[in-house]
Protein backbone atom coordinates (compact mmCIF):
# COMPACT_ATOMS: atom_id res chain seq x y z
CA UNK A 1 0.00 0.00 0.00
CA UNK A 2 2.94 2.06 -0.56
CA UNK A 3 2.66 5.31 -2.93
CA UNK A 4 3.84 3.91 -6.28
CA UNK A 5 4.03 6.43 -8.68
CA UNK A 6 4.62 4.35 -11.82
CA UNK A 7 1.50 2.31 -10.88
CA UNK A 8 -1.01 5.14 -10.68
CA UNK A 9 0.61 6.16 -13.94
CA UNK A 10 -0.46 3.07 -15.08
CA UNK A 11 -3.81 3.21 -13.96
CA UNK A 12 -4.28 6.87 -15.19
CA UNK A 13 -3.57 5.49 -18.71
CA UNK A 14 -5.74 2.87 -18.44
CA UNK A 15 -8.20 4.95 -16.91
CA UNK A 16 -8.19 7.30 -20.32
CA UNK A 17 -8.25 3.71 -22.38
CA UNK A 18 -11.48 2.79 -20.94
CA UNK A 19 -13.41 6.06 -20.90
CA UNK A 20 -12.75 6.56 -24.47
CA UNK A 21 -14.00 3.06 -25.04
CA UNK A 22 -17.22 2.83 -26.99
CA UNK A 23 -19.88 0.07 -27.61
CA UNK A 24 -22.98 2.00 -29.35
CA UNK A 25 -24.18 -0.88 -31.61
CA UNK A 26 -26.77 -3.71 -29.73
CA UNK A 27 -24.51 -6.49 -29.86
CA UNK A 28 -23.71 -9.10 -27.49
CA UNK A 29 -21.77 -8.66 -24.79
CA UNK A 30 -22.37 -4.66 -25.52
CA UNK A 31 -24.46 -3.90 -22.67
CA UNK A 32 -22.12 -5.65 -20.44
CA UNK A 33 -18.76 -3.95 -21.99
CA UNK A 34 -21.27 -0.81 -20.89
CA UNK A 35 -21.38 -1.50 -17.22
CA UNK A 36 -18.08 -2.59 -16.67
CA UNK A 37 -16.67 0.24 -18.61
CA UNK A 38 -18.65 2.68 -16.02
CA UNK A 39 -17.68 0.74 -12.53
CA UNK A 40 -14.41 0.57 -13.63
CA UNK A 41 -14.28 4.44 -13.95
CA UNK A 42 -16.02 4.65 -10.92
CA UNK A 43 -13.53 2.27 -9.16
CA UNK A 44 -10.70 4.00 -10.49
CA UNK A 45 -11.82 7.77 -9.87
CA UNK A 46 -13.48 7.22 -6.61
CA UNK A 47 -11.63 3.89 -4.46
CA UNK A 48 -8.60 2.77 -6.34
CA UNK A 49 -6.33 5.63 -7.06
CA UNK A 50 -7.40 7.85 -4.37
CA UNK A 51 -7.03 4.72 -2.40
CA UNK A 52 -3.02 4.19 -3.89
CA UNK A 53 -2.71 8.09 -3.37
CA UNK A 54 -3.63 7.96 0.49
CA UNK A 55 -3.03 4.54 1.75
CA UNK A 56 -3.53 6.39 5.50
CA UNK A 57 -7.12 7.68 4.42
CA UNK A 58 -10.28 6.25 6.66
CA UNK A 59 -12.19 3.54 5.78
CA UNK A 60 -15.28 3.29 3.55
CA UNK A 61 -18.17 1.53 4.32
CA UNK A 62 -20.96 1.07 2.05
CA UNK A 63 -24.25 0.42 3.35
CA UNK A 64 -26.04 -1.19 0.22
CA UNK A 65 -29.01 -2.86 -0.54
CA UNK A 66 -32.53 -2.98 -2.07
CA UNK A 67 -35.81 -0.59 -1.28
CA UNK A 68 -37.43 -1.39 2.14
CA UNK A 69 -34.40 -3.65 3.74
CA UNK A 70 -33.15 -1.21 6.31
CA UNK A 71 -30.17 0.57 5.31
CA UNK A 72 -31.23 3.72 6.67
CA UNK A 73 -32.20 2.54 9.97
CA UNK A 74 -29.13 0.25 10.15
CA UNK A 75 -26.71 3.06 9.93
CA UNK A 76 -28.64 5.16 12.63
CA UNK A 77 -28.40 2.43 14.91
CA UNK A 78 -24.86 2.24 14.96
CA UNK A 79 -24.57 5.64 15.11
CA UNK A 80 -26.63 6.42 17.50
CA UNK A 81 -28.70 9.02 15.88
CA UNK A 82 -31.35 9.67 13.18
CA UNK A 83 -28.57 10.70 10.85
CA UNK A 84 -29.98 9.25 7.70
CA UNK A 85 -34.19 9.41 6.73
CA UNK A 86 -35.65 6.16 6.93
CA UNK A 87 -38.55 4.33 6.21
CA UNK A 88 -40.07 2.19 3.42
CA UNK A 89 -41.86 4.68 1.08
CA UNK A 90 -38.75 6.60 -0.28
CA UNK A 91 -39.44 9.61 -1.96
CA UNK A 92 -38.04 9.96 -5.61
CA UNK A 93 -34.71 10.77 -4.94
CA UNK A 94 -32.38 10.54 -2.13
CA UNK A 95 -29.44 12.11 -1.16
CA UNK A 96 -26.79 9.78 0.00
CA UNK A 97 -25.54 10.50 3.35
CA UNK A 98 -21.56 9.86 5.01
CA UNK A 99 -21.46 9.42 8.55
CA UNK A 100 -17.81 10.09 10.02
CA UNK A 101 -15.36 10.90 12.97
CA UNK A 102 -14.80 14.55 13.68
CA UNK A 103 -10.96 14.13 13.27
CA UNK A 104 -11.68 12.58 10.07
CA UNK A 105 -13.82 15.22 8.77
CA UNK A 106 -11.13 17.04 6.04
CA UNK A 107 -10.54 13.49 4.47
CA UNK A 108 -14.20 13.32 2.98
CA UNK A 109 -14.68 17.22 2.92
CA UNK A 110 -12.11 17.17 0.26
CA UNK A 111 -13.38 15.70 -3.34
CA UNK A 112 -10.78 13.01 -2.66
CA UNK A 113 -13.18 10.69 -3.28
CA UNK A 114 -16.56 10.89 -5.18
CA UNK A 115 -15.23 13.73 -7.11
CA UNK A 116 -18.85 14.74 -8.96
CA UNK A 117 -20.93 15.20 -5.65
CA UNK A 118 -20.84 18.47 -3.94
CA UNK A 119 -20.44 18.13 -0.41
CA UNK A 120 -23.57 19.72 2.19
CA UNK A 121 -22.55 19.17 6.02
CA UNK A 122 -25.51 18.44 8.02
CA UNK A 123 -27.88 19.63 5.95
CA UNK A 124 -31.93 18.60 5.97
CA UNK A 125 -32.86 15.77 3.25
CA UNK A 126 -34.59 17.70 0.31
CA UNK A 127 -32.91 21.15 0.91
CA UNK A 128 -30.18 22.78 -1.01
CA UNK A 129 -27.14 23.63 0.12
CA UNK A 130 -25.25 27.27 0.28
CA UNK A 131 -24.12 26.41 -3.28
CA UNK A 132 -27.53 25.67 -4.64
CA UNK A 133 -27.05 21.81 -5.38
CA UNK A 134 -30.27 20.65 -5.48
CA UNK A 135 -30.80 16.93 -3.52
CA UNK A 136 -29.67 14.17 -5.98
CA UNK A 137 -26.20 15.94 -6.67
CA UNK A 138 -24.95 16.02 -2.88
CA UNK A 139 -23.21 13.84 -0.93
CA UNK A 140 -24.56 15.12 2.80
CA UNK A 141 -22.19 14.64 5.74
CA UNK A 142 -22.22 14.07 8.92
CA UNK A 143 -20.25 13.81 11.99
CA UNK A 144 -20.53 11.63 14.81
CA UNK A 145 -18.04 10.95 17.74
CA UNK A 146 -20.20 7.67 18.05
CA UNK A 147 -17.73 6.35 14.88
CA UNK A 148 -14.25 5.32 15.60
CA UNK A 149 -11.93 7.13 14.14
CA UNK A 150 -10.26 5.86 10.81
CA UNK A 151 -13.82 4.28 9.73
CA UNK A 152 -17.19 6.38 7.68
CA UNK A 153 -20.15 4.91 6.97
CA UNK A 154 -22.69 6.01 3.94
CA UNK A 155 -26.12 5.10 3.58
CA UNK A 156 -26.46 5.14 -0.29
CA UNK A 157 -29.53 4.94 -2.51
CA UNK A 158 -31.23 1.95 -3.23
CA UNK A 159 -29.81 -0.63 -6.09
CA UNK A 160 -33.36 -1.21 -7.26
CA UNK A 161 -34.60 2.52 -7.45
CA UNK A 162 -37.21 3.66 -9.44
CA UNK A 163 -34.96 6.01 -10.58
CA UNK A 164 -32.45 5.23 -12.74
CA UNK A 165 -29.94 7.87 -11.66
CA UNK A 166 -30.86 6.44 -7.88
CA UNK A 167 -29.53 3.35 -9.30
CA UNK A 168 -26.32 4.35 -10.93
CA UNK A 169 -25.16 6.79 -7.65
CA UNK A 170 -25.58 3.66 -6.16
CA UNK A 171 -23.99 1.49 -7.93
CA UNK A 172 -20.96 4.55 -8.39
CA UNK A 173 -21.23 4.67 -4.21
CA UNK A 174 -20.45 0.53 -3.59
CA UNK A 175 -17.61 1.00 -6.22
CA UNK A 176 -15.86 3.57 -4.18
CA UNK A 177 -15.74 1.67 -1.09
CA UNK A 178 -13.23 0.19 0.88
CA UNK A 179 -16.02 -2.63 2.45
CA UNK A 180 -19.33 -3.29 1.13
CA UNK A 181 -22.40 -4.24 3.78
CA UNK A 182 -24.52 -5.88 1.89
CA UNK A 183 -27.98 -5.51 3.21
CA UNK A 184 -31.03 -7.77 2.59
CA UNK A 185 -34.16 -8.81 4.69
CA UNK A 186 -35.50 -12.26 5.71
CA UNK A 187 -38.38 -12.59 2.56
CA UNK A 188 -35.81 -11.03 0.20
CA UNK A 189 -32.37 -12.65 0.79
CA UNK A 190 -32.76 -14.94 -2.60
CA UNK A 191 -34.11 -12.31 -4.57
CA UNK A 192 -31.96 -12.17 -7.82
CA UNK A 193 -30.61 -8.14 -7.02
CA UNK A 194 -29.21 -9.03 -3.87
CA UNK A 195 -27.16 -11.62 -5.40
CA UNK A 196 -25.88 -9.70 -7.93
CA UNK A 197 -24.20 -7.85 -5.45
CA UNK A 198 -22.75 -10.62 -4.10
CA UNK A 199 -21.22 -12.21 -7.01
CA UNK A 200 -19.43 -8.82 -8.07
CA UNK A 201 -18.14 -8.24 -4.83
CA UNK A 202 -16.51 -11.85 -4.70
CA UNK A 203 -15.53 -11.14 -8.26
CA UNK A 204 -13.92 -8.39 -6.92
CA UNK A 205 -12.49 -10.61 -3.83
CA UNK A 206 -13.89 -6.57 -2.00
CA UNK A 207 -13.86 -6.85 1.70
CA UNK A 208 -17.64 -7.79 2.24
CA UNK A 209 -20.11 -7.95 5.29
CA UNK A 210 -23.54 -9.09 4.47
CA UNK A 211 -26.65 -8.08 6.90
CA UNK A 212 -29.70 -10.18 7.29
CA UNK A 213 -32.27 -7.76 8.21
CA UNK A 214 -35.32 -8.27 10.35
CA UNK A 215 -35.28 -11.98 10.77
CA UNK A 216 -38.81 -13.01 12.66
CA UNK A 217 -37.48 -14.68 16.14
CA UNK A 218 -39.79 -17.49 14.76
CA UNK A 219 -37.83 -18.90 11.73
CA UNK A 220 -34.69 -16.72 12.66
CA UNK A 221 -32.29 -19.93 13.14
CA UNK A 222 -33.60 -21.61 9.33
CA UNK A 223 -33.02 -18.36 7.55
CA UNK A 224 -29.74 -17.86 9.03
CA UNK A 225 -29.16 -21.57 8.37
CA UNK A 226 -30.34 -21.28 4.82
CA UNK A 227 -29.00 -18.46 3.82
CA UNK A 228 -25.33 -19.52 5.16
CA UNK A 229 -26.03 -22.47 2.69
CA UNK A 230 -26.75 -20.24 -0.15
CA UNK A 231 -23.43 -18.28 0.73
CA UNK A 232 -21.45 -21.20 1.01
CA UNK A 233 -22.28 -22.58 -2.01
CA UNK A 234 -21.37 -19.34 -4.09
CA UNK A 235 -17.91 -19.51 -2.54
CA UNK A 236 -18.79 -17.20 0.00
CA UNK A 237 -18.78 -18.91 3.23
CA UNK A 238 -16.11 -17.04 4.79
CA UNK A 239 -17.67 -13.66 4.34
CA UNK A 240 -19.14 -12.17 8.16
CA UNK A 241 -22.69 -11.87 8.93
CA UNK A 242 -24.79 -10.50 10.90
CA UNK A 243 -28.44 -11.06 11.72
CA UNK A 244 -30.61 -8.00 12.92
CA UNK A 245 -34.10 -9.24 14.36
CA UNK A 246 -37.53 -7.90 13.11
CA UNK A 247 -38.26 -5.17 15.79
CA UNK A 248 -40.66 -2.39 15.89
CA UNK A 249 -38.02 -0.10 15.30
CA UNK A 250 -36.84 -1.79 12.03
CA UNK A 251 -40.26 -2.33 10.36
CA UNK A 252 -41.24 1.11 11.05
CA UNK A 253 -38.28 2.94 10.29
CA UNK A 254 -38.85 5.45 11.94
CA UNK A 255 -36.39 4.78 15.11
CA UNK A 256 -33.22 3.12 16.62
CA UNK A 257 -32.57 -0.54 17.14
CA UNK A 258 -31.51 -2.14 20.24
CA UNK A 259 -27.54 -1.36 20.97
CA UNK A 260 -27.66 -5.30 21.37
CA UNK A 261 -28.65 -5.95 17.66
CA UNK A 262 -26.36 -4.04 16.03
CA UNK A 263 -23.53 -4.90 18.54
CA UNK A 264 -21.64 -7.13 16.65
CA UNK A 265 -21.96 -5.42 12.86
CA UNK A 266 -20.33 -2.36 15.18
CA UNK A 267 -17.36 -4.32 16.65
CA UNK A 268 -16.56 -6.06 13.47
CA UNK A 269 -16.21 -2.48 11.61
CA UNK A 270 -14.60 -0.56 14.77
CA UNK A 271 -11.85 -3.49 14.81
CA UNK A 272 -10.83 -3.22 11.16
CA UNK A 273 -11.00 0.49 11.84
CA UNK A 274 -9.04 0.65 15.01
CA UNK A 275 -6.51 -2.43 14.68
CA UNK A 276 -3.77 -1.57 12.29
CA UNK A 277 -3.31 -5.08 11.00
CA UNK A 278 -7.23 -5.47 10.49
CA UNK A 279 -7.17 -2.51 8.43
CA UNK A 280 -4.71 -2.83 6.57
CA UNK A 281 -6.13 -6.27 5.46
CA UNK A 282 -9.12 -4.16 4.40
CA UNK A 283 -7.87 -2.37 2.25
CA UNK A 284 -5.55 -4.38 0.37
CA UNK A 285 -7.58 -6.88 0.20
CA UNK A 286 -10.23 -4.67 -1.79
CA UNK A 287 -7.20 -2.75 -3.60
CA UNK A 288 -5.74 -5.80 -5.07
CA UNK A 289 -9.28 -8.10 -5.71
CA UNK A 290 -9.98 -4.99 -7.69
CA UNK A 291 -6.84 -4.89 -9.50
CA UNK A 292 -6.88 -8.86 -10.22
CA UNK A 293 -9.83 -7.88 -11.48
CA UNK A 294 -8.57 -5.99 -13.92
CA UNK A 295 -7.24 -9.32 -15.49
CA UNK A 296 -10.72 -10.67 -16.34
CA UNK A 297 -12.52 -6.99 -17.18
CA UNK A 298 -10.31 -5.86 -19.63
CA UNK A 299 -9.96 -8.26 -21.52
CA UNK A 300 -13.83 -8.53 -21.82
CA UNK A 301 -13.90 -4.81 -22.59
CA UNK A 302 -11.09 -5.84 -25.39
CA UNK A 303 -13.24 -8.42 -26.89
CA UNK A 304 -16.74 -6.22 -27.06
CA UNK A 305 -14.42 -4.16 -28.78
CA UNK A 306 -13.14 -6.11 -30.86
CA UNK A 307 -16.92 -7.22 -31.71
CA UNK A 308 -17.75 -3.67 -32.27
CA UNK A 309 -15.07 -2.95 -34.67
CA UNK A 310 -16.10 -6.15 -36.92
CA UNK A 311 -19.36 -5.13 -37.02
CA UNK A 312 -18.07 -1.08 -38.32
CA UNK A 313 -16.00 -2.99 -40.77
CA UNK A 314 -18.94 -5.29 -41.87
CA UNK A 315 -21.55 -2.38 -42.10
CA UNK A 316 -18.40 -0.09 -43.86
CA UNK A 317 -18.29 -2.96 -46.48
CA UNK A 318 -21.43 -3.32 -47.10
CA UNK A 319 -21.97 0.48 -47.97
CA UNK A 320 -18.59 0.22 -50.05
CA UNK A 321 -19.50 -3.00 -52.06
CA UNK A 322 -23.12 -1.04 -52.68
CA UNK A 323 -21.44 1.54 -54.09
CA UNK A 324 -19.02 -0.30 -56.21
CA UNK A 325 -21.78 -2.35 -57.55
CA UNK A 326 -23.16 1.27 -58.33
CA UNK A 327 -19.94 2.86 -59.90
CA UNK A 328 -20.27 -0.46 -62.41
CA UNK A 329 -23.53 -0.19 -63.59
CA UNK A 330 -23.00 3.68 -64.00
CA UNK A 331 -19.98 2.66 -66.21
CA UNK A 332 -21.77 0.03 -68.06
CA UNK A 333 -24.91 2.33 -68.73
CA UNK A 334 -22.65 5.47 -69.91
CA UNK A 335 -20.66 3.17 -72.60
CA UNK A 336 -24.12 1.55 -73.49
CA UNK A 337 -25.49 4.96 -74.50
CA UNK A 338 -28.07 4.42 -71.93
CA UNK A 339 -28.42 8.84 -70.89
CA UNK A 340 -28.93 9.42 -74.47
CA UNK A 341 -32.75 8.61 -74.42
CA UNK A 342 -35.84 9.81 -74.54
CA UNK A 343 -35.79 13.46 -74.66
CA UNK A 344 -32.14 13.88 -75.33
CA UNK A 345 -32.46 11.02 -77.74
CA UNK A 346 -35.33 13.64 -79.45
CA UNK A 347 -33.06 16.28 -79.36
CA UNK A 348 -30.08 14.75 -81.03
CA UNK A 349 -31.95 13.62 -83.93
CA UNK A 350 -33.45 17.00 -84.17
CA UNK A 351 -29.66 18.68 -83.88
CA UNK A 352 -28.91 21.05 -84.96
CA UNK A 353 -32.20 22.77 -85.49
CA UNK A 354 -33.20 22.30 -81.50
CA UNK A 355 -30.29 24.24 -80.69
CA UNK A 356 -26.91 23.63 -78.59
CA UNK A 357 -28.78 24.57 -74.90
CA UNK A 358 -31.56 22.21 -75.56
CA UNK A 359 -29.26 19.09 -76.41
CA UNK A 360 -26.94 19.74 -73.59
CA UNK A 361 -30.22 19.89 -71.10
CA UNK A 362 -31.69 16.88 -72.33
CA UNK A 363 -28.00 15.37 -72.18
CA UNK A 364 -27.18 16.30 -68.54
CA UNK A 365 -30.70 15.49 -67.01
CA UNK A 366 -30.28 12.13 -68.66
CA UNK A 367 -27.00 11.37 -66.47
CA UNK A 368 -28.48 13.09 -63.85
CA UNK A 369 -31.53 10.66 -64.02
CA UNK A 370 -29.12 7.65 -63.99
CA UNK A 371 -27.16 8.93 -61.04
CA UNK A 372 -29.84 9.31 -58.98
CA UNK A 373 -31.47 6.05 -59.69
CA UNK A 374 -28.33 3.83 -59.28
CA UNK A 375 -27.34 5.59 -55.95
CA UNK A 376 -31.10 5.53 -54.64
CA UNK A 377 -30.18 1.61 -55.77
CA UNK A 378 -27.20 1.63 -53.50
CA UNK A 379 -28.58 2.99 -50.88
CA UNK A 380 -31.54 0.36 -50.64
CA UNK A 381 -28.86 -2.39 -51.15
CA UNK A 382 -27.24 -0.70 -48.15
CA UNK A 383 -30.69 -0.58 -46.30
CA UNK A 384 -31.47 -4.09 -46.91
CA UNK A 385 -28.07 -5.42 -45.82
CA UNK A 386 -27.84 -3.15 -42.50
CA UNK A 387 -31.46 -4.37 -41.95
CA UNK A 388 -30.02 -8.08 -41.32
CA UNK A 389 -27.50 -6.87 -39.15
CA UNK A 390 -28.05 -5.73 -35.79
CA UNK A 391 -26.02 -3.10 -35.91
CA UNK A 392 -27.13 -2.20 -39.10
CA UNK A 393 -30.97 -2.35 -38.03
CA UNK A 394 -29.67 0.09 -34.84
CA UNK A 395 -28.48 2.92 -37.23
CA UNK A 396 -31.22 2.67 -39.61
CA UNK A 397 -34.26 2.64 -36.76
CA UNK A 398 -32.34 6.29 -36.05
CA UNK A 399 -34.35 9.90 -37.08
CA UNK A 400 -31.68 10.45 -39.60
CA UNK A 401 -30.58 6.34 -40.31
CA UNK A 402 -31.77 6.68 -43.83
CA UNK A 403 -30.45 9.14 -46.26
CA UNK A 404 -32.41 12.35 -47.67
CA UNK A 405 -32.89 11.36 -51.29
CA UNK A 406 -34.17 14.94 -51.84
CA UNK A 407 -30.40 16.39 -50.52
CA UNK A 408 -28.66 13.59 -52.81
CA UNK A 409 -30.64 14.51 -55.35
CA UNK A 410 -30.02 18.01 -55.47
CA UNK A 411 -26.13 17.56 -54.73
CA UNK A 412 -26.48 15.14 -57.68
CA UNK A 413 -27.77 17.70 -59.91
CA UNK A 414 -25.37 20.28 -58.90
CA UNK A 415 -22.33 17.79 -59.69
CA UNK A 416 -23.79 17.17 -63.51
CA UNK A 417 -23.85 20.91 -63.65
CA UNK A 418 -20.16 21.09 -62.83
CA UNK A 419 -19.47 18.76 -65.17
CA UNK A 420 -21.35 20.16 -67.59
CA UNK A 421 -19.09 23.51 -67.22
CA UNK A 422 -15.90 21.83 -67.24
CA UNK A 423 -16.96 20.23 -70.60
CA UNK A 424 -17.80 23.70 -71.68
CA UNK A 425 -14.54 25.09 -71.02
CA UNK A 426 -12.22 22.27 -72.73
CA UNK A 427 -14.44 22.78 -75.38
CA UNK A 428 -13.83 26.75 -75.19
CA UNK A 429 -9.85 26.17 -74.75
CA UNK A 430 -9.37 23.38 -77.50
CA UNK A 431 -11.23 26.07 -79.80
CA UNK A 432 -9.02 28.67 -79.06
CA UNK A 433 -5.97 26.52 -80.02
CA UNK A 434 -7.56 25.75 -82.97
CA UNK A 435 -7.96 29.70 -84.08
CA UNK A 436 -4.10 29.86 -82.95
CA UNK A 437 -2.97 27.38 -85.16
CA UNK A 438 -5.13 29.03 -88.14
CA UNK A 439 -7.57 26.52 -88.11
CA UNK A 440 -11.22 27.47 -89.68
CA UNK A 441 -13.14 28.66 -86.74
CA UNK A 442 -15.54 26.71 -84.63
CA UNK A 443 -18.45 27.01 -82.48
CA UNK A 444 -17.19 26.29 -78.37
CA UNK A 445 -20.80 25.17 -77.60
CA UNK A 446 -21.36 23.21 -80.63
CA UNK A 447 -18.19 21.14 -80.11
CA UNK A 448 -19.07 21.29 -76.35
CA UNK A 449 -22.84 19.76 -77.65
CA UNK A 450 -20.94 17.70 -79.76
CA UNK A 451 -18.36 16.41 -77.34
CA UNK A 452 -21.40 15.38 -74.58
CA UNK A 453 -23.33 13.43 -77.58
CA UNK A 454 -19.59 11.77 -77.92
CA UNK A 455 -19.33 10.79 -74.08
CA UNK A 456 -22.90 10.12 -73.20
CA UNK A 457 -24.36 8.08 -76.59
CA UNK A 458 -22.87 5.13 -77.19
CA UNK A 459 -22.69 3.50 -80.45
CA UNK A 460 -25.55 6.14 -81.03
CA UNK A 461 -23.09 9.10 -80.52
CA UNK A 462 -20.63 7.75 -83.19
CA UNK A 463 -22.03 10.23 -85.42
CA UNK A 464 -21.51 13.28 -83.04
CA UNK A 465 -17.77 11.87 -82.90
CA UNK A 466 -17.63 12.16 -86.82
CA UNK A 467 -18.95 15.75 -86.66
CA UNK A 468 -16.89 16.68 -83.56
CA UNK A 469 -13.61 15.95 -85.81
CA UNK A 470 -14.60 17.52 -88.68
CA UNK A 471 -15.06 20.42 -86.52
CA UNK A 472 -12.06 20.58 -84.16
CA UNK A 473 -10.25 18.17 -86.33
CA UNK A 474 -9.30 13.91 -85.48
CA UNK A 475 -6.64 15.09 -82.82
CA UNK A 476 -8.20 17.72 -81.31
CA UNK A 477 -11.44 15.99 -81.12
CA UNK A 478 -9.95 12.89 -79.39
CA UNK A 479 -7.58 14.78 -77.37
CA UNK A 480 -10.75 16.43 -75.90
CA UNK A 481 -13.13 13.51 -75.77
CA UNK A 482 -10.49 11.48 -74.04
CA UNK A 483 -10.11 14.49 -71.20
CA UNK A 484 -13.79 15.19 -70.95
CA UNK A 485 -14.20 10.89 -70.60
CA UNK A 486 -11.27 11.35 -67.26
CA UNK A 487 -13.72 14.81 -66.00
CA UNK A 488 -16.96 12.49 -65.91
CA UNK A 489 -14.90 9.39 -64.77
CA UNK A 490 -13.36 11.58 -61.83
CA UNK A 491 -16.90 13.75 -61.48
CA UNK A 492 -18.67 10.56 -60.90
CA UNK A 493 -16.53 8.76 -58.65
CA UNK A 494 -16.01 12.07 -56.69
CA UNK A 495 -19.97 12.04 -56.35
CA UNK A 496 -20.46 8.40 -54.99
CA UNK A 497 -17.52 8.76 -52.64
CA UNK A 498 -19.25 11.24 -51.24
CA UNK A 499 -22.38 9.93 -50.78
CA UNK A 500 -21.07 6.56 -49.75
CA UNK A 501 -19.49 9.15 -47.09
CA UNK A 502 -22.49 9.91 -45.86
CA UNK A 503 -24.26 6.91 -45.67
CA UNK A 504 -21.11 6.06 -43.36
CA UNK A 505 -21.06 9.19 -41.36
CA UNK A 506 -23.16 7.42 -38.80
CA UNK A 507 -21.10 4.81 -38.34
CA UNK A 508 -17.50 6.55 -38.36
CA UNK A 509 -19.16 8.91 -35.96
CA UNK A 510 -19.71 5.95 -33.39
CA UNK A 511 -15.57 6.27 -33.80
CA UNK A 512 -15.50 2.52 -32.94
CA UNK A 513 -12.09 1.23 -34.23
CA UNK A 514 -9.32 -1.42 -34.27
CA UNK A 515 -7.11 1.19 -32.18
CA UNK A 516 -9.86 0.59 -29.39
CA UNK A 517 -9.49 -2.77 -28.86
CA UNK A 518 -5.29 -3.01 -28.67
CA UNK A 519 -5.19 -0.10 -26.52
CA UNK A 520 -7.30 -1.14 -23.63
CA UNK A 521 -5.14 -4.89 -23.98
CA UNK A 522 -1.83 -2.14 -24.05
CA UNK A 523 -2.92 -0.61 -20.71
CA UNK A 524 -3.74 -3.59 -19.20
CA UNK A 525 0.14 -5.08 -20.06
CA UNK A 526 1.23 -1.89 -18.63
CA UNK A 527 -0.71 -2.17 -15.51
CA UNK A 528 0.44 -5.92 -15.18
CA UNK A 529 4.42 -4.46 -15.86
CA UNK A 530 3.87 -2.44 -12.69
CA UNK A 531 2.04 -4.60 -10.73
Given at each position: MDVRPDLLDALSALRD??????????LPGAARARRTRQELIAQLDDYLVPRLRTPEAPLLAVVGGSTGAGKSTLV?????????????????????????????????????????????????P????????????????????????????????????????????AAELICAADIWILVTTASRYADALPWHLLRTAKEYNVTLAT?????????????????????????????????????????????????????????????????????????????????????????????ASAVQHAAAVRLARGAEDAYAEAAERIDAAVTAGVPLAGEALARWLEYPHCGR?????????????????????????????????RAGAALLAEPDGRPDRAAAADRIDAGVARWREGLTDLAYAEVRAARDADRAPADPEDAAALLATVLLGGRRGSAAGE?????????????????????????????????????????????????????????????????
Open positions: RVDVARFPFPNSLVGRRVSEAGVLRPTTRTPVLVCHPADRAWFADPRILPGLARAWSARGTEDEDGAAEGELLRLEIDDALPRGLALLDAPDIDSLVARNRELVLDRVPHQIAEDVARHYAALLTKAGLGDVPRFTVPELPESAGGGGLLPQTAVAALRQWLAHNAEDPAARQHAAHRTVVGVLDSMRARMPALASEALQSALAEGLATLLRSEVDAADERIAAGWQRDRLAETVGAQAALRMRDRARDQLEDGVAGLLRGECERRLAPVDGLDVTAQQQSSLIAALSLLQKER
